[in-house]
């Protein structure tokens, strides 16, 4: 996802030279290329990420569109006070871009896991929250903030995701993506464990199901009027997510059926309420925390056998 997003800015600079790229000591080897071609639109401000927010407000007061990049707990936990004063209260339109969603981190530790940034976040207004699912949701995405006006925050993936859409893809803010469509249930998720996700998908096929597989890439706002299609027309309704179970899309999504009394079936996939104390790969921690796709394929049969 993060070089679909670089690709996608460095096209975006050629028709608009306001734009302005600012890392806190990251991603040289991905910036490289922007670099050299930019020298003027990229600024490695160092390991001082919340100055790094101020000075993204500052230049967007001047008339530029910047984008400020990290690793999601140094741009997002770090700065959650300069995110909220310098850039939702004014409705500053800067994107702050965090990479390595969930357990992308995984071997660096619990510092760098990202599992509660969005629940974080969700409580500023003013703030869209972006969790493209693929590399050209990120593409779509990418395109659209840069001529946004309000704050955001675009949630990567580190690298290598599964590409699952269509390359005619044309998603804006706010869009629910129907990846499938299906008739037995609705299974909903986000950000880069589409690729676990997809694999169970495919084994739920191959034992008779026809499930709808959906992405919600824009958590906040969240679409009310397209969901509650959703869950009209689905009555299980299964959400996968690669965050802590407080404060993600499924409370969202609880939130909305309460309030509009729907009588929906739903099982929430997502990891436990607790850190990760073990060191590992992102496909270890996921399988630790029960996110792999077999561990998913087992869970959601289960529910399934269920009567409502």
Do not use: W
């Not at 230049?59 to 707990?73: C, N």
């Not at 290598?160 to 044309?170: G, Q």
């Not at 790969?281 to 998913?296: H, Q, T, V």
Request: glycine share 8%; aromatic share 10%; charged share 25%.
């Amino acid at each position: 996802m993060r070089n679909a997003f670089i690709n996608t800015l460095e096209k975006e600079v050629e028709k608009n030279k306001d734009i302005i790229l600012l890392t806190g000591d990251l991603g040289f080897s991905v910036f490289d290329k922007f670099k050299k071609k930019y020298p003027n639109n990229f600024f490695n401000m160092g390991i001082s990420e919340q100055n790094m927010i101020g000075v993204a407000a500052g230049l967007t007061l001047t008339g530029k569109k910047v984008f400020a990049y990290s690793i999601i707990p140094f741009v997002t936990f770090k700065c959650v006070e300069q995110i909220r004063n310098d850039l939702c209260y004014p409705n500053l339109d800067v994107v702050v871009v965090g990479v390595g969603s969930g357990f992308s981190y995984g071997p660096a530790g619990f510092s760098h896991h990202s599992l509660e940034d969005v629940g974080t976040l969700k409580t500023l207004p003013n703030l869209t929250i972006l969790t493209p699912s693929d590399p050209l949701e990120t593409k779509c995405l990418t395109q659209e903030v840069v001529n946004y006006k309000h704050p955001a925050y675009l949630r990567l993936g580190k690298n290598n995701e599964k590409v699952i859409n269509e390359d005619s893809l044309n998603l804006k803010i706010g869009d629910i993506n129907i990846l499938k469509s299906g008739k037995d249930f609705a299974l909903i998720t986000h950000g880069n464990i589409i690729g676990e996700v997809y694999l169970s998908y495919e084994k739920l096929l191959k034992e008779g199901h026809n499930p709808s597989l959906i992405s919600v890439p824009t958590i906040k706002p969240f679409n009310e009027k397209h969901m509650g299609k959703i869950l009209k027309d689905h009555e299980k309704i299964i959400i996968v997510e690669e965050l802590n179970k407080i404060g993600g899309l499924g409370d969202t999504i609880y939130s909305f059926n309460k309030n509009n009394n729907n009588l929906n079936k739903f099982l929430h996939l997502a990891a436990e309420d607790t850190f990760a104390r073990e060191i590992g790969s992102s496909d270890y921690l996921r399988c630790r925390s029960g996110l792999d796709s077999e561990s998913l394929f087992e869970k959601i049969k289960l529910f399934l056998k269920e009567k409502c």
